[in-house]
């Protein structure tokens, strides 16, 4: 049961807030000039990585805000959180 | 029955809890006013702080106020105002007017929460019974603030004094639900001051 | 007699307090102090229980948490518990307890014939015998069930309280034995908050049971002091009666407190236990470590138990299990045992399978006149209900076999040493690292992962002098890391009675041979697991440990193998000739031990199981004698019935009153979120599939939102009530959904967009009233003006209703001439009432969800969730006149050309009316291609709604069906359950109303 660093309120339990799949997933901005195979890729496609993986979270019992979790997913460890609208943190290969 | 529009609310009902150790009740209805603005609206925070004549609060459970109203921290563009009931509509048409031309919103939840007050030496202990807040590091004095959810009912809880004052603000729909929680979980230490 | 195994003194009992406790039925007295294990003992009584799968007769083999064989039902009526370790019930005055699987009795027990058919029961009996034929498994379950009997679940309920509690703590130290007292008291003198956690009602550990000096002083006494600091320091807690259960990742521990299970009396306030969840930026495991049996023919007699175990009920509760000990060893520790039974009188054997003897212990043995078997074995035991007489013989190091004459013993007791197994569970749930240590032949901690130390006989080290010294650095350091000062470090000298080396273990494995037929060299006591079963396991091919595990299901019971696993893993490792480590071990799951169903739930049972949310009308329905309808957690009024009506005639009445003059609906529940800033209305063309840009202020419009995948989701009216300000409503069920998917695009998508959003759901009451009178009713209540020309459908108009500000929405559900008036939540029941009283005229009345549905269904209006099921497009229902054309994008948009959308045998919706005009199709029945006696017949497609129509006089119902549109006006069928087949004819699915007059009124 992880603690979350929730980039606005602190550090809070895990149960207070919600995963909601991987982060930085754009919609695509022609939806309409796409091929379905690329709008499939959109809807359906996700990374399943072992290691460190990108996913958003909000934070609902608290400021109800959507935020970015880096997190290792063998280890378990947040390796960090950030705000939405901030770029991806590198992947440092230790 | 008379003319004049009676108020109800489903915790008038219930029986407040007084002891030495922890007490219950019930909080009049306050006037609740969601103010919305952009964490970087400079002209818009300007305008509403020279309007309550006092800074908003910049971060999370910070609470800031005066005699008549107080602020408190939601989220980075979220605050929840509190004056007197009466006094509500004047704050809002107040707020409305300074910030016609920006990007806000103000909009009354008088009704959307219903507050009750837990008290008492024993309050703390009550609220960790199904609250996950660490209240080493949260709500450790007067005048902070924290959204989390109690048992299974989301809350905000205010604390009003360094004394062990809590306002406990839920959702007029599971009002019932929380009070009848905080109630039963105090009991033991009603009884066990006898 | 009483007591008669009571020494004449020593131990910690209070003998004068003597409690009455009764035992299968008969009486007897202990003393306070004693567990129940201690006090049977004390009274002779050594037959506990029968064993799980043989019903062989089992005594108590240790005394504390780990024991597998003394299992008993625990109290009476509703606060019976099955599956409870005598050795841990701490003794109350009028205790009931009684024997575990057997029948009739423990003495006479039927099932203990499986012992002589255990050729018939060998490991993986149930997965050979019970696989086939599947329909046959609920005939065999039923019997081994019975059979198996784990004790009885109490049939009422349970009366008791149960808490929980959220904690927060610098450091944690689980286990309050010499080590976790050390830590907690460098760490506590460090001034950081510590938490120490201890399953026992006295801390001490190991300590409270042998003897020992710490700087050449008594031991006892010392212990004490160190308990007195602890308890005067106001930044340590501890927890005696509490049970680490779970060690889960970010250092979180549950741990279960027994409140007040052991007294006399149930508190009305207290709880009977409390769950403790509880975060530490640092873990402390100073759990100590469980003695290992020995594994030889028949080891599971009662009277023969663990060393320490006999040492404990000694010391500690002065309680003499035996006068003619046996002990059997593999090591130096448990000699401290035999000692002890000397002095306290018991003449003691040893038998030791090791052939080289520490100079002092020999010694000692000599002194005390205790004749010691080198290098022999215990190969069998005897005696019917009690170990009575032993075999031993020589063991041949290098030839790996017995030689020599076999002697006889007559005992009994057995005590057995197989050296200590550090309690890893915790340590391995928190992912823990361990490896084999070849010196004590047991698992060990190696890697730590979390923030966390391990410490004490808990990490392999059992030497009593380096365990002072390191453990109260330990809780030093522990605290030093998290930037509190640094105390001043403390020399301890500790001594044991005699001096010797805990490493000095031999590895020992008797199973490994067949040595007499017919009896059994137990592994696992709890799950009857023999040596002979991990042996067969091994020849069959469940080589892997986790396939050896659940093959013979050693390690399985409710004690998780804690006494079991390392002879399982070392006999494995002895057949296949690898090291231990090679084998690997099983993964430790929480929790620790058995835990209550109760402290999980906490309080939350009964009224407080779960939120029931309640309108701010909610109590004018109670008292109207509402029947209540559960919508996700609210409460709805489901219908209203009068005098004896049932809900048929309830619901004609109340259909009819709407259609005919005048209903009211409490509508509060909608989803109701307010929306403001200069892109709201660009927003909401991203949401909704319809235009929303020339929406004029003061209107209304109906919107469908799809996901995505354009797939519906959600839907309700949206009303422009400013230039930059709209009100948006949401289904019932849908309000948290819709609110979380307006924030994604706002707060991940779409940064730049101004709008806000904020959930007024509760803000406001909703009474909706909808009839032909309804506007001549509402006229006389307020100001404004409903006429017609200047208030039409689908308008909004702010104004007073009842001396109450009021926003009224011209929509209607229902078909008919509608209003829905919202007033501020604690005004809501006050408008409400007096609507009532002003509504007589109009025979105003109060309908509940099932009207509101049929009246929907007549009109063909969709409840999504109900109609849709989050499978259909707009234009699978038939709305392809809300999607607009024109817009460039919204939400959904662009599936609506992808194959699988644009397909044209997709099931449309469409109306279904009966041919016998009578019969209600269930909603869920499947319209089928060709009705045939018995499944499978080809599906067409599926009634979503279905409900007698009080307007029309017969039932309608609304369908899912596969091609339906151009299936108009054909016929189908729908197969029954009950085997009737009912044909239907395909309509469109407006029944009433065609063309909207009466809503338009």
């Known amino acids: 049961m992880f603690i979350i660093n929730c980039p606005y309120c602190g550090e809070r339990d895990q149960t207070e807030f919600t995963c909601h799949g991987e982060a930085h997933i754009a919609r695509p901005d022609n939806p309409s000039e796409i091929s379905d195979e690329e709008w499939g890729r959109y809807l359906f496609f996700r990374e399943n990585p072992k290691g460190t993986h990108f996913e958003r979270w909000t934070h609902d019992h608290g400021c109800r805000r959507w935020f970015n979790v880096m997190r290792d997913t063998v280890t378990d460890q947040i390796i960090k959180t950030y705000k939405m609208g901030e770029a991806k943190p590198e992947i440092s290969n230790e | 029955m008379s003319n004049q529009p009676q108020f109800f609310s489903p915790l008038t009902q219930k029986e407040k809890i007084a002891s030495d150790n922890i007490s219950l009740e019930l909080i009049d209805f306050?006037?609740?006013?969601?103010?919305?603005?952009?964490?970087?609206?400079?002209?818009?925070?300007?305008?509403?702080?020279?309007?309550?004549?006092?800074?908003?609060?910049?971060?999370?459970?910070?609470?800031?106020?005066?005699?008549?109203?107080?602020?408190?921290?939601?989220?980075?563009?979220?605050?929840?105002?509190?004056?007197?009931?009466?006094?509500?509509?004047?704050?809002?048409?107040?707020?409305?007017?300074?910030?016609?031309?920006?990007?806000?919103?103000?909009?009354?939840?008088?009704?959307?929460?219903?507050?009750?007050?837990?008290?008492?030496?024993k309050s703390i202990e009550v609220l960790t019974k199904a609250c996950p807040l660490n209240f080493d590091q949260y709500l450790t004095k007067g005048n902070s603030c924290a959204q989390s959810y109690i048992s299974k009912a989301t809350v905000l809880i205010d604390r009003l004094s360094d004394d062990l004052v809590f306002d406990i603000s839920v959702r007029w729909s599971f009002a019932d639900y929380l009070w009848d929680w905080l109630a039963d979980s105090s009991n033991e230490f009603i009884f066990s001051e006898k | 007699m009483s007591n008669q195994n009571r020494t004449i003194y020593g131990g910690k009992v209070n003998r004068e307090k003597p409690i009455n406790?009764?035992?299968?039925?008969?009486?007897?007295?202990?003393?306070?102090?004693?567990?129940?294990?201690?006090?049977?003992?004390?009274?002779?009584?050594?037959?506990?229980?029968?064993?799980?799968?043989?019903?062989?007769?089992?005594?108590?083999?240790?005394?504390?948490?780990?024991?597998?064989?003394?299992?008993?039902?625990?109290?009476?009526?509703?606060?019976?518990?099955?599956?409870?370790?005598?050795?841990?019930?701490?003794?109350?005055?009028?205790?009931?307890?009684?024997?575990?699987?057997?029948?009739?009795?423990?003495?006479?027990?039927?099932?203990?014939?499986?012992?002589?058919?255990?050729?018939?029961?060998?490991?993986?009996?149930?997965?050979?015998?019970?696989?086939?034929?599947?329909?046959?498994?609920?005939?065999?379950?039923?019997?081994?069930?019975?059979?198996?009997?784990?004790?009885?679940?109490?049939?009422?309920?349970?009366?008791?309280?149960?808490?929980?509690?959220?904690?927060?703590?610098?450091?944690?130290?689980?286990?309050?034995?010499?080590?976790?007292?050390?830590?907690?008291?460098?760490?506590?003198?460090?001034?950081?908050?510590?938490?120490?956690?201890?399953?026992?009602?006295e801390l001490g550990g190991y300590l409270l049971d042998y003897n020992f000096s710490i700087n050449e002083k008594d031991g006892k006494k010392w212990l004490k002091k160190i308990i007195e600091e602890l308890d005067g320091l106001a930044n340590v807690t501890i927890l005696k009666r509490t049970t680490a259960m779970g060690y889960y990742d970010y250092n979180y521990l549950t741990a279960l407190e027994k409140v007040t299970n052991h007294h006399v009396e149930f508190s009305n306030t207290l709880p009977r236990e409390r769950y403790w969840r509880i975060r530490s930026k640092k873990v402390i495991l100073a759990q100590g470590a469980f003695e290992r049996p020995l594994v030889f023919a028949d080891n599971d007699r009662p009277g023969i138990m663990m060393a320490s175990a006999g040492q404990?009920?000694?010391?500690?509760?002065?309680?003499?299990?035996?006068?003619?000990?046996?002990?059997?060893?593999?090591?130096?520790?448990?000699?401290?045992?035999?000692?002890?039974?000397?002095?306290?009188?018991?003449?003691?054997?040893?038998?030791?399978?090791?052939?080289?003897?520490?100079?002092?212990?020999?010694?000692?043995?000599?002194?005390?006149?205790?004749?010691?078997?080198?290098?022999?074995?215990?190969?069998?035991?005897?005696?019917?209900?009690?170990?009575?007489?032993?075999?031993?013989?020589?063991?041949?190091?290098?030839?790996?076999?017995?030689?020599?004459?076999?002697?006889?013993?007559?005992?009994?007791?057995?005590?057995?040493?197989?050296?200590?197994?550090?309690?890893?569970?915790?340590?391995?749930?928190?992912?823990?690292?361990?490896?084999?240590?070849?010196?004590?032949?047991?698992?060990?901690?190696?890697?730590?992962?979390?923030?966390?130390?391990?410490?004490?006989?808990?990490?392999?080290?059992?030497?009593?002098?380096?365990?002072?010294?390191?453990?109260?650095?330990?809780?030093?350091?522990?605290?030093?890391?998290?930037?509190?000062?640094?105390?001043?470090?403390?020399?301890?000298?500790?001594?044991e009675e005699i001096e010797f080396t805990h490493s000095d273990v031999e590895p020992y494995m008797l199973g490994k041979k067949k040595v007499t037929k017919g009896s059994k060299h137990f592994i696992d006591f709890q799950n009857d697991v023999t040596a002979a079963d991990i042996f067969l396991a091994q020849r069959e091919g469940y080589i892997s440990v986790e396939h050896t595990k659940r093959y013979t299901t050693t390690g399985m019971g409710t004690d998780q193998g804690k006494t079991s696993n390392v002879n399982a893993l070392a006999l494995m490792s002895h057949i296949h000739n690898k090291p231990v480590d090679e084998i690997g071990h099983t993964t430790f799951r929480p929790p620790y031990a058995p835990q209550t169903i109760g402290a999980i739930a906490g309080r939350s049972v009964d009224k407080l199981f779960d939120p029931v949310r309640k309108t701010s009308i909610h109590e004018w329905h109670v008292e109207n004698k509402a029947v209540f309808e559960d919508v996700g957690q609210w409460k709805r009024p489901y219908y209203f019935p009068q005098n004896k009506e049932d809900i048929h005639q309830a619901v004609k009445r109340e259909c009819l009153a709407v259609r005919n003059s005048l209903g009211i609906l409490d509508a509060s529940t909608l989803g109701k979120i307010d929306?403001?800033?200069?892109?709201?209305?660009?927003?909401?063309?991203?949401?909704?599939?319809?235009?929303?840009?020339?929406?004029?202020?003061?209107?209304?419009?109906?919107?469908?939102?799809?996901?995505?995948?354009?797939?519906?989701?959600?839907?309700?009216?949206?009303?422009?009530?400013?230039?930059?300000?709209?009100?948006?409503?949401?289904?019932?069920?849908?309000?948290?959904?819709?609110?979380?998917?307006?924030?994604?695009?706002?707060?991940?998508?779409?940064?730049?967009?101004?709008?806000?959003?904020?959930?007024?759901?509760?803000?406001?009451?909703?009474?909706?009233?909808?009839?032909?009178?309804?506007?001549?009713?509402?006229?006389?209540?307020?100001?404004?003006?409903?006429?017609?020309?200047?208030?039409?459908?689908?308008?909004?108009r702010e104004g007073e209703v009842c001396g109450v500000k009021a926003r009224i929405f011209r929509i209607s559900f229902t078909g008919e001439l509608s209003y829905?008036?919202?007033?501020?939540?604690?005004?809501?029941?006050?408008?409400?009432?007096?609507?009532?009283?002003?509504?007589k005229k109009y025979n105003i009345t109060p309908y509940g969800t099932e009207t509101m549905h049929v009246l929907r269904a007549e009109k063909g209006f969709i409840i999504v969730g109900q109609d849709t099921d989050g499978s259909v497009t707009p234009s699978d229902m038939n709305m392809d006149w809300i999607v607009s054309k024109k817009k460039e994008d919204f939400l959904g948009k662009r599936s609506y050309t992808r194959s699988d959308t644009v397909r044209h045998d997709r099931k449309k919706f469409v109306g279904l009316l009966v041919n016998d005009k009578k019969t209600i199709l269930p909603e869920g029945s499947h319209i089928v291609e060709k009705a045939l006696k018995q499944p499978p017949m080809k599906m067409l497609g599926h009634i979503t709604s279905s409900y007698y129509s009080p307007t029309l006089g017969y039932p309608i119902a609304l369908a899912m069906l596969k091609d339906g549109i151009s299936k108009m006006g054909e016929q189908v069928v729908v197969p029954l359950m009950n085997g009737k087949i009912i044909e239907a004819t395909v309509t469109d699915t407006i029944f009433y109303d065609k063309e909207g007059k009466r809503n338009n009124e």
């Open chain 3, 675 to 796: 929306l403001q800033g200069p892109d709201a209305a660009k927003f909401l063309n991203m949401i909704y599939t319809n235009a929303w840009s020339k929406l004029e202020i003061g209107s209304c419009r109906y919107g469908l939102m799809c996901n995505e995948h354009g797939m519906i989701f959600d839907d309700g009216v949206t009303s422009r009530l400013g230039e930059n300000h709209y009100h948006m409503t949401t289904t019932t069920g849908g309000a948290a959904r819709v609110m979380s998917w307006l924030e994604e695009f706002l707060q991940t998508e779409w940064l730049d967009m101004k709008v806000f959003c904020t959930s007024v759901t509760e803000q406001w009451a909703v009474l909706s009233i909808s009839g032909p009178n309804s506007r001549k009713f509402l006229e006389d209540l307020t100001n404004i003006d409903l006429s017609k020309e200047n208030f039409p459908f689908m308008k909004f």
């Open chain 3, 312 to 495: 404990k009920y000694l010391s500690r509760y002065g309680v003499l299990p035996g006068k003619s000990v046996v002990l059997f060893t593999n090591n130096d520790h448990a000699y401290l045992t035999a000692f002890e039974f000397v002095e306290k009188g018991a003449k003691v054997t040893v038998v030791d399978t090791r052939d080289l003897l520490n100079a002092r212990i020999s010694e000692k043995c000599k002194l005390l006149n205790i004749k010691v078997f080198k290098s022999y074995s215990v190969i069998k035991t005897y005696g019917d209900k009690k170990v009575n007489r032993i075999e031993i013989q020589q063991v041949d190091k290098n030839q790996n076999q017995l030689t020599g004459e076999v002697e006889n013993i007559h005992t009994d007791c057995v005590l057995m040493s197989g050296g200590w197994n550090p309690a890893v569970q915790l340590f391995s749930q928190s992912r823990g690292k361990l490896k084999y240590d070849l010196k004590i032949n047991t698992f060990v901690p190696d890697k730590i992962i979390e923030n966390q130390k391990i410490i004490g006989s808990n990490n392999g080290q059992f030497n009593l002098q380096e365990n002072l010294n390191e453990s109260f650095e330990a809780g030093i350091a522990a605290a030093n890391e998290l930037n509190f000062n640094s105390v001043e470090k403390v020399n301890w000298t500790g001594k």
């Open chain 2, 30 to 121: 306050l006037g609740k006013i969601n103010v919305r603005l952009k964490e970087d609206d400079v002209q818009a925070r300007d305008a509403v702080e020279k309007y309550l004549t006092y800074s908003l609060p910049k971060s999370a459970g910070e609470v800031t106020g005066n005699n008549e109203t107080r602020v408190l921290w939601l989220g980075p563009n979220e605050y929840l105002l509190l004056s007197e009931d009466e006094k509500k509509d004047n704050v809002i048409n107040g707020l409305r007017e300074i910030l016609s031309d920006l990007f806000c919103a103000i909009i009354d939840v008088s009704d959307y929460y219903l507050t009750m007050r837990l008290s008492g030496p």
């Open chain 3, 820 to 839: 829905e008036v919202n007033v501020p939540a604690r005004y809501g029941r006050y408008v409400w009432e007096k609507f009532m009283e002003h509504g």
């Open chain 3, 21 to 201: 406790f009764v035992f299968n039925g008969k009486s007897y007295i202990g003393y306070q102090g004693d567990t129940l294990a201690s006090a049977l003992l004390a009274n002779d009584v050594h037959l506990i229980g029968r064993s799980f799968k043989y019903h062989r007769a089992r005594g108590i083999l240790t005394a504390g948490s780990e024991e597998p064989n003394a299992i008993v039902q625990l109290g009476l009526g509703a606060r019976t518990e099955p599956n409870i370790r005598a050795t841990e019930v701490e003794l109350y005055e009028g205790l009931e307890a009684s024997s575990q699987n057997c029948w009739p009795s423990v003495n006479f027990d039927i099932g203990a014939m499986n012992n002589f058919l255990s050729r018939i029961f060998p490991a993986g009996f149930y997965y050979k015998t019970f696989k086939w034929p599947p329909s046959m498994w609920l005939f065999y379950e039923h019997f081994i069930r019975k059979a198996a009997g784990l004790g009885q679940s109490p049939t009422a309920k349970n009366p008791d309280r149960y808490e929980q509690k959220f904690y927060y703590t610098d450091i944690t130290i689980v286990g309050g034995g010499i080590s976790g007292l050390l830590a907690a008291l460098g760490a506590g003198r460090s001034g950081c908050k510590v938490l120490l956690i201890d399953e026992n009602p």
